[in-house]
Nanobody, 120 residues
Framework: QVQLVESGGALVQPGGSLRLSCAAT????????MGWYRQAPGKQRELVAT???????NYADSVKGRFTISRDNAKNTVYLQMNSLKSEDTAVYYC??????????????WGQGTQVTVSS
């Protein structure tokens, strides 16, 4: 079974920085796309950033220039570096990966979520 384990969420002041990590464990043959989503209280889950297996990236307009997504294929890990954080970035952040497991099937997996709170 494949699991995604997230870390790095915290309380941070406006203007501060955080780095989220998400590592995949289990019987993994390959990982294609990776991404981060977030869900603020009372709002729908929204896409934050994605990165392909070729490291092509895409960002929501609201985070462009402030957030950077990256991946370490040797560690089956995706990162989200968040700078110049704003109160509106407060949300639960979820990672996702398209994984080829030992059954040779491609499935989309989600992390458990990590809370990011931006407040003074």
């Amino acid at each position: 079974q494949v699991q995604l384990v997230e870390s790095g969420g915290a309380l941070v002041q406006p203007g501060g920085s955080l780095r989220l990590s998400c590592a995949a464990t289990g019987r993994i043959l390959s990982i294609y796309g990776m991404g981060w989503y977030r869900q603020a209280p009372g709002k729908q889950r929204e896409l934050v950033a994605t990165i392909t297996s070729a490291s092509s990236t895409n960002y929501a307009d609201s985070v462009k220039g402030r957030f950077t997504i990256s991946r370490d294929n040797a560690k089956n890990t995706v990162y989200l570096q968040m700078n110049s954080l704003k109160s509106e970035d407060t949300a639960v952040y979820y990672c996702t990966m398209e994984v080829i497991g030992s059954d040779y099937l491609q499935k989309k997996y989600w992390g458990q979520g990590t809370q990011v709170t931006v407040s003074s």
